[in-house]
Nanobody, 113 residues
Framework: QVQVVESGGGLVQAGGSLKLSCVVSGSAFKINSADWYRQAPGTQRQLVAS?????FRNYIVKGRFTISLDDARNTVYLQIDNLRPEDTAVYSC?????????WGPGTQVTVSS
């Protein structure tokens, strides 16, 4: 059984940084591509960044986000710098192998001004 767990969220002051992790465990699942999403209260879920096994990255939200993939640890990271109050949201990851896709429950990021 595959499990996806995000971590690294928390309460941080504006201007700070966080590095979120998305760890995939179980079975023989190998991450082929992954996305980070975020959802603030009362809003639709927003795609933040994507990465594939060729390390091609795509950022929907430009400038302060860096997505990376560690194959050995089966982990996807999202570095967020210069955090702003409007970054407050639940951040979740979606991971895909060649045949399946899974979501994690998310991690809360709260940015105080």
């Amino acid at each position: 059984q595959v499990q996806v767990v995000e971590s690294g969220g928390g309460l941080v002051q504006a201007g700070g940084s966080l590095k979120l992790s998305c760890v995939v465990s179980g079975s023989a699942f190998k991450i082929n591509s992954a996305d980070w999403y975020r959802q603030a209260p009362g809003t639709q879920r927003q795609l933040v960044a994507s990465i594939d096994s060729g390390r091609f990255r795509n950022y929907i939200v430009k400038g302060r986000f860096t997505i990376s993939l560690d194959d050995a640890r089966n982990t996807v990271y999202l570095q967020i710098d210069n955090l702003r109050p409007e970054d407050t949201a639940v951040y979740s990851c979606s991971v895909r192998s060649t045949s399946a896709a899974y979501w994690g429950p998310g991690t809360q990021v709260t940015v105080s001004s």
